[in-house]
């Protein structure tokens, strides 16, 4: 875990002045997986595994980017135009130039980065490193900004530099998260509602270790997104009010399903019900109704392994290994896929062993320690005092 004090030795031994601080979580969605960028809605919450940004301005032109992580420095000259480089640096870098394409007056700047969330786990470590950068370029340059307009921005520098072809939601949680809540967000107009995580369950996740292939996985991710919108051409031209996916029924689907090749009937049949299981889990969270949330995380798992095929042998394991224990109530994969996390809803008492059994049994069927993290949902961004 990252200690702001240490951050701030360390940050005055190799600039020589005195940082501001701040951080922004990572998250994990509870259910709306491939929905954000449909227009649909999403359930997700942020966790106590934060990014930490230090930040001081400095006279000349230059950003000094540092990754406590990698133990590496990379020199920017503002002076000349600023290019993706397929790095880590992309994300502050991208940021820095949306902050600036909006009109912020920003300058040189050391920038310390030091992160505590999973990196490349679908833990939105690239958001919570985004928004982090965010805050603190903001701060140091003496500016404010409405946190919905930073989710934003940091998304455009997400789209638009590093190429990642990503939805609101993460950029968004990362902003407005909620201790002890997720959120119920509605991707198209942005209007969210606080559900409260029952107090008898925790939020455990399982990573499964296995490598993530950035641009593999980044293309695989636009592809789907692409094929959304293929999609959503093909529906159009008969249901006129489909804008987007999210405005689909599944009898709207059922009725057009002669219009679309096969492949594309699987995609929309995902984010259809995906969205309908979305509202059904918040009502659920709601009531405390714990076995309609363990068959609504069970049925998003099946469809985004079947229909939407962003699943893997080691998430459908870790699930099923989920599904096996006592006291769980929801397993399913969460985030993009491709490998990353799975998100677990485990009544408190049983948490040890869950824990205990999930680590033991993975190990055994794939060679892999999975790492397993009992997590908390904290609040969004902020200025560590
Ligand atoms: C990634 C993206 C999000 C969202 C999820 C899948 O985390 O950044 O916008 O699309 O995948 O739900």
């Known amino acids: 875990m990252v200690d702001a004090n240490v951050l701030i030795a360390k940050f005055k031994q190799r600039f020589g002045n005195e940082p501001q ?31 930490y940004a230090a930040i001081s301005a400095r006279p000349h032109d230059h950003l000094m980017l540092f990754s406590e992580n990698l133990g590496e420095t990379i020199a920017v000259s503002l002076g000349k135009p600023i290019e993706p480089a397929s790095k880590w640096t992309d994300y502050p870098l991208g940021v820095f130039l949306q902050l600036q394409a909006v009109g912020f007056a920003l300058g040189g ?29 903001l701060g140091a340059f003496g500016h404010r900004a409405d946190p919905l307009q930073i989710a934003k921005l940091c998304q455009k520098a997400e789209n638009d530099f590093v190429g990642a072809k990503c939805g609101i939601m993460d950029q968004f949680i990362a902003c407005r998260g909620l201790a002890e809540h997720a959120l119920l967000l509605d991707c198209r107009s942005l209007q969210f509602e606080a559900i409260r995580i029952p107090d008898s369950l925790r939020i455990v996740i399982c990573n499964t270790m296995v490598e993530h292939k950035l641009v593999a996985e980044q ?63 918040a009502g659920a969270l709601q009531r405390n109704d714990l076995k309609q949330m363990r068959k609504l995380m069970a049925e998003s798992h099946h469809s985004l392994r079947d229909d939407y095929e962003v699943s893997c042998r080691e998430l459908d394991l870790l699930v099923a290994l989920a599904e096996q224990q006592r006291g769980v109530y929801g397993a399913r994969m969460t985030g993009a896929g491709f490998g990353g996390c799975t998100v677990n809803l485990v009544e408190e008492t049983h948490v040890k062993e869950f824990h205990r059994r999930v680590a033991e049994q993975y190990l055994a069927k794939t060679g892999h320690a999975p790492e397993i993290y009992v997590c908390k949902a904290v609040g969004g961004a902020a200025r560590v005092s």
């Open 21 to 51: 601080i701040y951080c922004a979580p990572g998250r994990v969605n509870l259910i709306g997986d491939h929905t954000d960028y449909n227009e649909g809605f999403v359930l997700p919450a942020a966790i106590d595994f934060s990014c």
């Open 219 to 281: 293309n695989e991710y636009n592809t789907r997104r692409a094929e959304c919108e293929e999609a959503t051409r093909l529906l159009a031209q008969h249901i006129p009010h489909a804008r987007a996916l999210r405005d689909l029924s599944l009898s709207d689907l059922e009725n057009h399903r002669s219009l679309l090749p096969s492949l594309l009937y699987k995609r929309c049949r995902h984010v259809v019900t995906e969205n309908q299981r979305v509202e059904q889990m």
């Open 109 to 137: 700047a050391n920038l310390c980065i030091s992160s505590e969330v999973p990196i490349g786990a679908g833990l939105s470590s690239s958001a919570a490193l985004e928004v982090s950068a965010a805050y603190a370029l």
